[in-house]
């Protein structure tokens, strides 16, 4: 049996606190769940960490005030990519695991949206490199979402050099 080393469970420790359920105090609902729909259960104290806007949010009177399990609906993820981002939130956040990378598109919209920047260069990374002539359009209107100029020029360039050079 393998252990963990001592660097592993420090990393690990948010995901464990997620995974175990212990002491969540938020709700995360994606947009495509319905009224009805499952939802994710989370740390206001860590979402704040992670995300300004998560922590202007969650600071509001309105929330504080609450007393109940207060559930945020991200109208703009599906129930997989809300999954993606909360286990990024979760992560140390040194790459993007292979669920990450599989939304990377709608998680780099939310590295922007939710004031997450290391997640959106991440993203950009990532889309980058799977640059290839099926998606380069796609890649290039994506860029145009928060301009980003280093994503834009690299889905231009090879846009330009795959179908002119």
């Given at each position: 049996?393998?252990?963990e080393?001592?660097?592993?469970?420090?990393?690990?420790?948010?995901?464990?606190?997620?995974?175990?359920?212990?002491?969540?105090?938020?709700?995360?609902?994606?947009?495509?769940?319905?009224?009805?729909?499952?939802?994710?259960?989370?740390?206001?104290?860590?979402?704040?960490?992670?995300?300004?806007?998560?922590?202007?949010?969650?600071?509001?009177?309105?929330?504080?005030?609450?007393?109940?399990?207060?559930?945020?609906?991200?109208?703009?993820?599906?129930?997989e990519?809300?999954?993606?981002?909360?286990?990024?939130?979760?992560?140390?956040?040194?790459?993007?695991?292979?669920?990450?990378?599989?939304?990377?598109?709608?998680?780099?919209?939310?590295?922007?949206?939710?004031?997450?920047?290391?997640?959106?260069?991440l993203?950009?990374?990532?889309?980058?490199?799977?640059?290839?002539?099926?998606?380069?359009?796609?890649?290039?209107?994506?860029?145009?979402?928060?301009?980003?100029?280093?994503?834009?020029?690299?889905?231009?360039?090879?846009?330009?050099?795959?179908?002119?050079?």
């Amino acid at each position: 049996m393998a252990t963990e080393t001592n660097k592993e469970l420090f990393v690990g420790g948010f995901a464990k606190i997620l995974k175990e359920q212990r002491q969540v105090d938020v709700r995360l609902k994606a947009g495509d769940s319905g009224d009805e729909g499952a939802s994710t259960s989370a740390h206001k104290l860590v979402l704040s960490a992670r995300s300004e806007v998560f922590k202007k949010m969650l600071e509001s009177d309105e929330i504080k005030a609450s007393a109940q399990l207060e559930t945020i609906t991200l109208c703009e993820m599906k129930h997989e990519e809300l999954e993606a981002f909360i286990e990024f939130i979760y992560s140390d956040g040194s790459m993007l695991s292979a669920k990450e990378k599989q939304h990377v598109r709608s998680l780099y919209i939310a590295g922007d949206k939710y004031e997450i920047p290391h997640l959106r260069d991440l993203c950009r990374i990532e889309l980058i490199s799977s640059l290839k002539s099926s998606n380069a359009l796609d890649i290039l209107e994506l860029a145009q979402i928060p301009f980003d100029k280093a994503l834009h020029d690299s889905a231009f360039f090879f846009f330009f050099f795959f179908f002119f050079g």
